[in-house]
């Protein structure tokens, strides 16, 4: 029986039981039209009303990016070209800040992509504790690059245990409003707590953990980063360039223009992670405040737990950056009973 289970999976994760068993209706029969939410059309009102409120309660806006470069048939292409070319060959830098096993796969990855000479890692948290993951090291002590075409770290390192106890003091923007392009995988500690949103131009996150069911991810994106206030390059100039062209359903332009529609968006994922925060906004009247008391308590309760038996559990991270979220420990000193 459900109701006898406790659950601790980070994600998939614990779903309200009330949410599922609407879901379980609504995968029969959505709203009385005799049709499961599954097998409506992606582009029927219904649907678009059910990713347009989830959009609202979320609070947030969708989108896409790049802002390399400027419109090509303004230019002569091949003066274009080589402008470019040696810009990205001196520098284009993306940062990373490695403080997990989550912001290691993002900074391998575009390597793979870019060349690993375009990318850096302004801070590795393995190098101030025994070349393992389980700090963050100290915001004046990152090397960051001179106009990084962006800065990436993740919010909360889920297999770590190790969650940026804030917005990091590095990267707040000046008082002009000038700063970092800062871009921030929340995967896993999304609605948490109250989050800076103006201080980052990405914000994403997948549904599985803190939102909702497998199969969508949620993108935050500035409208500064999209076109038409960002051009885009046309295939044919990032090929001259030798950068990676995206597949178009992955390009977030793409995905803006069609409100996320423009390939079969899983509508049923929406509803439950539409559900999960209409659940969310009805049980706390003070919004993220009281999910951030909640988690709070729940992580306070099982670290005090911990702490209270030294001889059997090792918490993994340093205390100043414990997650909320994902509680990491081992048992016994070398972990030779687990
Ligand atoms: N980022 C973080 C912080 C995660 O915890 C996870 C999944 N555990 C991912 C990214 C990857 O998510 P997905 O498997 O949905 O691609």
Same mark, same amino acid.
């Given at each position: 029986n459900r109701a006898d289970v406790t659950y601790f999976g980070a994600g998939p994760a614990l779903l309200p039981t009330e949410v599922l068993e609407n879901a379980s209706q609504a995968l029969l029969n959505y709203d009385n039209t005799g049709l499961g939410i599954a097998e409506h059309?992606?582009?029927?009102q219904l649907a678009a009303n059910i990713l347009n409120e989830a959009k609202a309660d979320l609070g947030g806006g969708s989108g896409g990016f790049f802002? +390399?470069?400027?419109? @090509? @048939?303004?230019?002569d292409q091949d003066k274009l070209v080589a402008e470019l070319s040696k810009a990205i060959d001196n520098e284009l830098k993306l940062d990373y800040l490695v403080t997990g096993g989550w912001s290691l796969k993002a900074y391998q990855e575009a390597g793979r992509l870019l060349g690993t000479?375009?990318?850096?890692?302004?801070?590795?948290?393995r190098t101030i504790n025994d070349g393992k993951f389980g700090r963050i090291p100290e915001g004046g002590t990152w090397k960051l690059s &001179?106009?990084?075409?962006f800065v990436y770290y993740c919010d909360n390192e889920t297999v770590d245990?190790? @969650?940026?106890? &804030? #917005?990091p003091e590095a990267l707040v923007p000046k008082n002009d409003g000038t700063g970092p392009i800062v871009v921030a995988d929340?995967? =896993? %500690?999304?609605?948490s707590r109250k989050v800076?949103?103006? %201080? #980052?131009s990405l914000v994403f996150f997948g549904?599985? &953990? %803190? +939102?909702?069911?497998?199969g969508v991810t949620v993108v935050i994106i500035k409208? =500064?980063?999209?076109?038409?206030n960002c051009p885009q390059p046309s295939p044919s100039l990032m090929r001259k360039l030798g950068l990676p062209i995206p597949p178009v359903i992955l390009s977030y332009e793409t995905i803006a223009k069609n409100n996320s +529609?423009? %390939?079969? +968006?899983s509508i049923f994922d929406v509803y439950i992670a539409g559900q999960v925060l209409k659940k969310l906004l009805k049980t706390f009247q003070d919004k993220a405040d009281g999910q951030e008391a909640v988690a709070n308590k729940k992580a306070t309760l099982i670290y005090e737990a911990l702490e209270a038996h030294p001889d059997i559990y090792r918490i993994v991270p340093d205390k100043s950056v414990r997650s909320r979220m994902n509680i990491c420990f081992r048992v016994t000193k070398n972990g030779e009973t687990e």
């Amino acid at each position: 029986n459900r109701a006898d289970v406790t659950y601790f999976g980070a994600g998939p994760a614990l779903l309200p039981t009330e949410v599922l068993e609407n879901a379980s209706q609504a995968l029969l029969n959505y709203d009385n039209t005799g049709l499961g939410i599954a097998e409506h059309s992606h582009r029927s009102q219904l649907a678009a009303n059910i990713l347009n409120e989830a959009k609202a309660d979320l609070g947030g806006g969708s989108g896409g990016f790049f802002w +390399l470069a400027p419109k @090509e @048939e303004d230019a002569d292409q091949d003066k274009l070209v080589a402008e470019l070319s040696k810009a990205i060959d001196n520098e284009l830098k993306l940062d990373y800040l490695v403080t997990g096993g989550w912001s290691l796969k993002a900074y391998q990855e575009a390597g793979r992509l870019l060349g690993t000479e375009h990318v850096n890692i302004a801070a590795d948290a393995r190098t101030i504790n025994d070349g393992k993951f389980g700090r963050i090291p100290e915001g004046g002590t990152w090397k960051l690059s &001179k106009d990084a075409a962006f800065v990436y770290y993740c919010d909360n390192e889920t297999v770590d245990g190790v @969650e940026s106890p &804030k #917005f990091p003091e590095a990267l707040v923007p000046k008082n002009d409003g000038t700063g970092p392009i800062v871009v921030a995988d929340m995967s =896993s %500690n999304i609605l948490s707590r109250k989050v800076p949103v103006k %201080n #980052f131009s990405l914000v994403f996150f997948g549904a599985q &953990k %803190n +939102l909702g069911s497998t199969g969508v991810t949620v993108v935050i994106i500035k409208k =500064s980063l999209l076109p038409p206030n960002c051009p885009q390059p046309s295939p044919s100039l990032m090929r001259k360039l030798g950068l990676p062209i995206p597949p178009v359903i992955l390009s977030y332009e793409t995905i803006a223009k069609n409100n996320s +529609l423009y %390939n079969t +968006l899983s509508i049923f994922d929406v509803y439950i992670a539409g559900q999960v925060l209409k659940k969310l906004l009805k049980t706390f009247q003070d919004k993220a405040d009281g999910q951030e008391a909640v988690a709070n308590k729940k992580a306070t309760l099982i670290y005090e737990a911990l702490e209270a038996h030294p001889d059997i559990y090792r918490i993994v991270p340093d205390k100043s950056v414990r997650s909320r979220m994902n509680i990491c420990f081992r048992v016994t000193k070398n972990g030779e009973t687990e």
